[in-house]
T-cell receptor, first 111, second 114 residues
Framework: DAKTTQPPSMDCAEGRAANLPCNHS???????VYWYRQIHSQGPQYIIH???NNETNEMASLIITEDRKSSTLILPHATLRDTAVYYC????????????FGQGTRLTINP | DVKVTQSSRYLVKRTGEKVFLECVQD?????MFWYRQDPGLGLRLIYF???????EKGDIPEGYSVSREKKERFSLILESASTNQTSMYLC?????????????FGAGTRLSVL
């Protein structure tokens, strides 16, 4: 699986858009980008995933660059409840079942 | 919404006790997983199951066993609890096939072994 690089921490004001970057320069053609988050003392929560097109759901938007070497998760109107560690994971549909969570980005939403 | 329910949020056990952690999912998912999470070590896969009565070892299966007698239920068993098994235990489930990487997690069980 391709390695991902995320900033260790970010801050965002409540009500503003939070843009979380992820670099995955070694991604291969059949690998997807997945985003999860983990709120303190809870289990990880799936947010969104994509292959090459931009994706949007009720939680967030995912923007993947044309060369697929990086992506950005966008929380359009961040709330205090969005404070969490956000993980970017690159996986293919083949291979081992486990998810490998790196260090992620600790996002703090400030009032 | 998918729901993955773990039987306990907090558990305190003594060294040498046999410990059962239960997990139930309500979405008819083929795959179920047990992870543990420790500070600085991230999530580590203990065991997973891709079908009833089937199981596969993950990265750290030593000291653990699992049971999947019904599709919706996946149990983690600590045969003889030790202090180094104090951890947060997370259960997850997913569909089979291409959706297997979309895993839904329970709230976790924080186990303390004294």
């Amino acid at each position: 699986d391709a390695k991902t690089t995320q900033p260790p921490s970010m801050d965002c004001a409540e009500g503003r858009a939070a843009n979380l970057p992820c670099n995955h320069s070694t991604i291969s053609g059949n690998e997807y980008v997945y985003w999860y988050r983990q709120i303190h003392s809870q289990g990880p929560q799936y947010i969104i995933h994509g292959l090459k097109n931009n994706e949007t759901n009720e939680m967030a938007s995912l923007i993947i660059t044309e060369d697929r070497k990086s992506s950005t998760l966008i929380l359009p109107h961040a709330t205090l409840r969005d404070t969490a560690v956000y993980y970017c994971i690159v996986r293919g549909s083949q291979g081992a079942q486990k998810l490998v969570f790196g260090q992620g980005t600790r996002l703090t939403i400030n009032p | 919404d998918v729901k993955v329910t773990q039987s306990s949020r907090y558990l305190v056990k003594r060294t040498g006790e046999k410990v059962f952690l239960e997990c139930v999912q309500d979405m008819d998912h083929e795959n179920m997983f047990w992870y543990r999470q420790d500070p600085g070590l991230g999530l580590r896969l203990i065991y997973f199951s891709y079908d009833v009565k089937m199981k596969e070892k993950g990265d750290i299966p030593e000291g653990y066993s699992v049971s999947r007698e019904k599709k919706e239920r996946f149990s983690l068993i600590l045969e003889s609890a030790s202090t180094n098994q104090t951890s947060m235990y997370l259960c997850a489930s997913s569909q089979g096939g291409p959706a297997k990487n979309i895993q839904y997690f329970g709230a976790g069980t924080r186990l303390s072994v004294l």
